[in-house]
C-alpha cells in the first residue's frame, strides 16, 4: 500500500482535480483506491456528487477524539465505483487541531488510522487543504510521496519552498519523509508564456518532476458539474488521457518506493547479522486474492502480521523474512487454502501432504 499527499498552500493549482482524477484513473487501471478528502471545505467530496452535511460519518469522525462522534476509518468508507473508494471531508475538519491539541503526537493521527485500516487497498491519495497546517502536516507525516500541482504562471513556485522545509521538519523529527515531486497542471501548449513557465519549473525540480504534464481541457472543469472523474465522463478527452499517464508513471514510482524503503529499513540489520542470518524473499502471484500469507517451521505455521505478504501494484505478494540458516518447510495461505510454492521445485512429503522445502 502506497500512501500519496496532494498538497500545495496556492490555491487553484488543480490539486482537487488531480487527486480524483489520478485515484480514478488508477482504479480504472485495476488498483484498488482509496481517496481521503481532508479539505475541510471538502472539494473533493462535493466533486463526486456528495453533500456531506447529509453523511453519516467523515474522515473528522475518525480523528475526533470525542468519543460519541469517533469511528473506524472503515466505517465512514464510501464505495463510488468498482476500486474506487471514499473517506469523504466535513467542515468540521477545521476544528480538529483544537480538538487534538492537548493529544501526544496529534500529527501522526492520520496515519494512525490509514495504519488501522482493515481493508486492503493498493493506493491511499490524501486530498489536502490549501494551507500548511495541521491537517497538511498530518497528511504528509503519512504518507510516501508527495505531489505538489503547479500551476502553468508565473506564480507557481511561491510558497512551494515551504512546503519541502515542512517536510524537511518531519524528517528531523521522525527520520522519515515523503518523496517530494512537482506535477506541471493547466498548462497550454499555444502560448510562449506556458513553455517558459515550463522550463522555469523544470529548472527548480530538476529530477524531482512527473514526465506527464496536465493540459487545460475543459472536461475536467465539467466533470466537477457531473460528479464523476475525467475517465467515467469522457475517456478519450485529453484531460482523461493525462490522468491515465500521470496513473502510469505513479504505479513505477511506487515501485522504486518499495525498493528504497526495503533497502533502508534493512541495510543496518543485514550489515551487522549477515553471518547468522539470510534475507529470504518469498512471491505469490495473485492478482485477486485478499490476503497471502507464509507459513512454515520458521512462525510456527501460524498466519499472523509476521508472514503477511504486501500486495504489490502488477498483483504480485512479496515478503522478505530474516532466517538462520538451516532447513525449513513451508507453504503460502491464499485465500485460505494452502499451496505450494509454485517458484521452488523443492518439495517434501509429510502427514498432511506435501510442503514445499527452503535450505538456508
Not at 16 to 42: C, E, G, M, R
Not at 253 to 260: G, I, Q, Y
Request: proline share 3%.
Amino acid at each position: 500500500m502506497r500512501v500519496i499527499a496532494i498538497a500545495n498552500q496556492k490555491g487553484g493549482c488543480g490539486k482537487t482535480t488531480t487527486a480524483i482524477n489520478l485515484a480514478a484513473s488508477l482504479a480504472f487501471k485495476n488498483y484498488k483506491v482509496l481517496l481521503i478528502d481532508l479539505d475541510p471545505q471538502s472539494h473533493a467530496s462535493f466533486s463526486l456528487g456528495l453533500r456531506t452535511e447529509q453523511l453519516e460519518g467523515s474522515i473528522y469522525n475518525v480523528l475526533s477524539n470525542v468519543d460519541t462522534k469517533r469511528r473506524k476509518l472503515s466505517e465512514v468508507i464510501l464505495q463510488l465505483w468498482e476500486n474506487f473508494n471514499l473517506a469523504p471531508g466535513h467542515i468540521l475538519l477545521s476544528t480538529i487541531e483544537q480538538e487534538l491539541r492537548s493529544e501526544e503526537d496529534a500529527i501522526s493521527a492520520v496515519h494512525r488510522a490509514i495504519d488501522s485500516l482493515s481493508t486492503d487497498h493498493d493506493f491511499i491519495i490524501i486530498d489536502c487543504p490549501p494551507s500548511l497546517g495541521f491537517l497538511t502536516f498530518n497528511a504528509l507525516r503519512a504518507s510516501h510521496l508527495l505531489i505538489v500541482p503547479l500551476q502553468c504562471c508565473s506564480l507557481s513556485l511561491m510558497g512551494v519552498g515551504r512546503i519541502i522545509n515542512t517536510v524537511e521538519l518531519i524528517q528531523l523529527k521522525l527520520q522519515r519523509a515523503p518523496k517530494v515531486k512537482g506535477l506541471i497542471t493547466m498548462y497550454d501548449r499555444r502560448t510562449r508564456y506556458g513553455k517558459n513557465t515550463i522550463q522555469e519549473i523544470n529548472t527548480y525540480f530538476k529530477d524531482d518532476i512527473f514526465n506527464t504534464i496536465i493540459r487545460v481541457n475543459v472536461t475536467l472543469r465539467e466533470t466537477a458539474a457531473h460528479g464523476v472523474p475525467a475517465i467515467r465522463f469522457d475517456k478519450s478527452s485529453r484531460g482523461a488521457m493525462d490522468y491515465m499517464l500521470l496513473a502510469d508513471e505513479i504505479i513505477v514510482e511506487s515501485r522504486k518506493l518499495f525498493l528504497d524503503d526495503f533497502y533502508e529499513e534493512t541495510e543496518h540489520f543485514i550489515t551487522e547479522i549477515r553471518d547468522k542470518l539470510k534475507v529470504q524473499a518469498f512471491s505469490f502471484l495473485a492478482p485477486e486474492a485478499k490476503d497471502v500469507y507464509v507459513v512454515g517451521d520458521f512462525n510456527h505455521w501460524t498466519p499472523n502480521e509476521s508472514g503477511r505478504l504486501e500486495r504489490m501494484p502488477d498483483g504480485r505478494w512479496e515478503k522478505r523474512i530474516a532466517l538462520k540458516h538451516g532447513v525449513y518447510k513451508y507453504k503460502f495461505i491464499v485465500g485460505g487454502v494452502w499451496i505450494c510454492d509454485p517458484n521452488n521445485i523443492k518439495t517434501v512429503p509429510t502427514e498432511f501432504g506435501v510442503d514445499s522445502l527452503l535450505e538456508i
